[in-house]
């Protein structure tokens, strides 16, 4: 088969399955639709497995409709979208053998109705990252919100799961008007989509408000989906009443997504003369980074609901994404490939092992549950692993993405490697605390906090309601699984050695565009480096002692209440506040945003 027809069936498998499963799962019993949905999803991995290894050495087109690439539609891989793409297509084969006995799934005309969704979504994402055309990702985009937004209200019984589907999907809708008005004035202003194109048409005009106005409002759409301060409100309040499974997906592979996109479309249509200033967009987005890990990490400390406590550890390790990316050199995109690989297998699996929890205690509460898994010893293991591998613990993955990452930012900013240790050791420290409790017992029982509001998780309705039934072993091998995949990221240097192959050719506009337009080009050299060093283990290992000197303290020595009046207590309950639930807050947030970051680069430009 050739590199070109791998391409189109990338996107057409998921495609084809999703069908299949809604016309056969009429009829088929629940183990057909199963056998079914695996099929399609291994066979997608197996496809997209081929074509990131034949990317690793040039990009590969497709022009689809045999029209030109300048006139018709381009799906185009390199390493890092191709690396993506097969990111997604795991953890989907992932979350449906997870899911083969998860749901107590009606037979008959809805039998296949989860999985066929999960396929729709699957085929958004890999389109997404595959397409070099504009539009086409704003159709991919919307493809894959479409199916997030009926599959976090997938339990439709239940006013909560409905009432999360909701908020999100009207405040990613509002995105996605941003995200085609921007579009809109870009092809008034070149009369071009595809990204290659429109980045050597916008090179022959000046940088006024309307390139400014054009890339704020598309980034918006990408920012939302992304999560990144202060466009991530809906993101834990659907990770909250959303099936385990998508949870998954959404924070393992559609966040990271959105951070892929502002780091295509930037360095495709608005990196050259004519577009956003490489100062403009680096000072922006690496304070936005910043703004986003600090938040996201505060906000996680303070959360009980295990399931609230992994989202806003996505928030955070977002924003340290986007500071990787906002370095705009080989290095920093080369680090965030292999942070967002390694951290999507893990924080899957963290939400997999919580899944666990749900099924046997109908609870997420990290207090209510203080103790009560000792008898899920392997599972609690499990959990404390990937607590770890959260906080950049080497060799995974995620610690040699964070050392990559922070090498880059450093040499521009000597201080931001302090906010990847921060921010990595309080995400990991309190997952860690979660798992020292709940499944070890360690400390006392926590005490609540009657003068704040908090979001417990106590009383969760399960998700699997056969309370007599024995674990699915494919509950706890799929979470084993992904957390040693995301060890063989940091520990097999061919991974790492193809991701920075790849982020040369990702930073390189002038060969996407020779590639994409005329099928020449290679992905261009030196790669950066892309191995351990001496100050990479260093610094995982601190944020890692870091995380479990504060999760050991956590548990042993609670903290004692602060005084109302605190100035402390104040400013966190101040943060606490501004997530609110309330859908008229969240979309004020997402204006001021909009605006925000208007200001802060046409001040640049």
Known sequence: MTEAALLPLAVAVPLLGAALLAIAGRSLPRRGCDILATTCAGAETACLALLWAR??????????????????????????????????????????????RYFEEPTGEHAGAFPALILLFEAGMAGFAL????????????????????????????????????????????????????????YARTGELNLARLGEQLAGHHTDLLTVVAFVLISTALLVKAAAVPFHFWLPDAHAVAPTPVCMLMSGAMVELGVYGIARIYWTVFSGPGGIPQSAFRTTFTALGVLTALVGALMCWQQRHLKRLLAF????????FLVGIAQLTPGGAAGTAVYVAAHGLVKAALFALTGVLLDRYGSVD?????????????????????????AGLPPFGTGLGKALAEEAAGRWQPWLPAVFVTASAVTGAAALRAALRVFFGVG????????????????????????NRTLPPTMTIVPAVLIGLAALVG??????????????????????????????GEVPGPAPAADWTTAGVLLGLLSTGLAAALATAAVRHPAPVLPGRHPAARAVRAVRRLHSGHLGDYLAWFALGVAALCIAIAAQT
């Not at 704003?138 to 909701?166: C, K, N, Q, S, W």
Request: net charge negative.
């Open 55 to 100: 990317s690793d050495t040039h990009l590969v087109t497709a022009d689809l409709g045999a029209w030109p690439a300048r006139l018709g539609i381009v799906l185009a891989a390199d390493p890092v979208g191709a690396g993506l793409a097969l990111l997604v297509a795991v953890l989907v084969l992932a979350v449906i053998v997870y899911s083969w």
């Open 131 to 186: 397409t070099g055309d504009l539009f086409n990702a704003f159709v991919f985009f919307e493809l894959m919100g479409a199916a997030a937004y009926a599959l976090t209200g997938y339990h439709i019984e239940d006013p909560r799961p409905l009432h999360g589907a909701l908020t999100f999907g009207i405040v990613t809708s509002f995105a996605a008007y941003c995200s085609l008005l921007g579009i809109g004035l870009l």
């Open 313 to 320: 550890s996505t928030v955070s390790h977002v924003g340290l």
């Open 366 to 390: 990290e207090h209510g549950l203080h103790g009560r898994a000792r008898e899920l010893r392997p599972v609690g293991v499990a959990f404390v692993v990937g607590a770890l591998a959260l």
């Open 444 to 467: 006392p029982a926590p005490r609540s906090r009657p003068d704040q509001d908090e979001t417990t998780g106590e009383g969760e309705e399960p998700e699997i309601r056969s309370a």
């Open 491 to 520: 520990a097999l240097p061919a991974v790492s050695a193809a991701l920075a192959r790849g982020a040369a050719g990702f930073t390189d506009p002038v060969g996407y565009a020779a590639a994409v337009l005329t099928g020449s």
